[in-house]
C-alpha cells in the first residue's frame, strides 16, 4: 500500500522523487515518512525549510488519502487548505516524520459526511523529529470531495 | 543584488534550482518571485502545495536576506520559527509570489535589536496571486542573529 502511495506521488508530484521522499510504516496510529539530507539541505547545513515543510503537508495529506482509500473511496479529491507550523529545532540528520492518523471516531465522523454531503474536511497532525527532540510541528485542514 | 541571491540559493538549496524558483525584481515594497508549473506539479495538475509552501517561506526568508544585508551586517543567521498558510485557490499556471518587504519603521526596529541585543525577530508576509486571484496567503515569523 505504501508502495503504491511512493510510486503515485513519484509520478505525479516530481518534487516528491527529488526529495527522495519515503514512506517507511504505518499502523493504526501513525503512517512514518523520511527524507535524506542531501537532497533537502540548506545553506546553514541543516534541513531546508521548504523541505520539512513540504514533508509535513504531503504526509499528513497521504494520511488523508490513506484513510479515504479505507473508506473505498477511489478518486477522492484531497487538498490541504490551512496550515501552522512551527520550526523548534534545525534538522541536521534524516528528516524523520510521525504524522498522526485520524481516530476511529474521526474516522465515523468523515465517513458520515462524505454519505451526506459528499465533501468534510479534517484537521491532521504532523510532526518532525530527530532523535527524540520534536524539531517541526504542523497542524494541517484538509478537504476531501467524493 | 537578486542574480547573487539567486546563486546562492541555488548553489545552497538544491530545492530552490529543481523548482527553478527564480526573483525578477524587488523595489522598496516588494519582492517577486516566480516558478514555472512543470517542476512543481501536483496530482491534480495544479501548483502542489509543498511547492507553494517553499516558494513562500524562500522568498519571505529573501526578504529579510535582502533587509539585512541592506544593513550592513554581512553572514547573518536567518531562520524561520512560525508560519500560518493559507490556500485559498488552486494555481494552474506560473507561480507568483509577492513579498511584502519591511517598512521604514520595521527596519529601525530590526536595526536597533541587532545592535543592542545582536538577535531580533521580525514578520514577512507574501502571498501567490494567479492574475487577480488571490491563491495562498502566508504570514512567518523569522529570527535574525547578527
Given at each position: 500500500m505504501l508502495e503504491d502511495l511512493e510510486?503515485?506521488?513519484?509520478?505525479?508530484?516530481?518534487?516528491?522523487?527529488?526529495?527522495?521522499?519515503?514512506?517507511?510504516?504505518?499502523?493504526?496510529?501513525?503512517?512514518?515518512?523520511?527524507?535524506?539530507?542531501?537532497?533537502?539541505?540548506?545553506?546553514?547545513?541543516?534541513?531546508?525549510?521548504?523541505?520539512?515543510?513540504t514533508l509535513v503537508t504531503i504526509s499528513a495529506w497521504s494520511a488523508c488519502y490513506l484513510t479515504v482509500k479505507e473508506l473505498a473511496y477511489e478518486n477522492a479529491m484531497i487538498a490541504v487548505i490551512k496550515s501552522d507550523?512551527?520550526?523548534?529545532?534545525p534538522v541536521t540528520n534524516t528528516l524523520y516524520c510521525e504524522t498522526t492518523l485520524p481516530t476511529e471516531d474521526e474516522i465515523n465522523i468523515l465517513k458520515n459526511k462524505l454519505i451526506n454531503k459528499k465533501s468534510a474536511s479534517i484537521k491532521i497532525n504532523s510532526k518532525i523529529f530527530q532523535d527524540d527532540t520534536l524539531?517541526?510541528?504542523?497542524?494541517?485542514?484538509?478537504?476531501?470531495?467524493?
Open positions: 510510486k503515485k506521488l513519484y509520478s505525479e508530484i516530481p518534487l516528491t522523487k527529488y526529495m527522495q521522499l519515503k514512506f517507511t510504516s504505518v499502523d493504526e496510529k501513525k503512517l512514518i515518512s523520511t527524507a535524506p539530507l542531501t537532497p533537502n539541505i540548506n545553506d546553514k547545513g541543516t534541513a531546508f525549510a521548504g523541505s520539512l515543510s507550523t512551527a520550526y523548534r529545532a524539531c517541526v510541528e504542523f497542524k494541517g485542514v484538509y478537504v476531501i470531495k467524493v
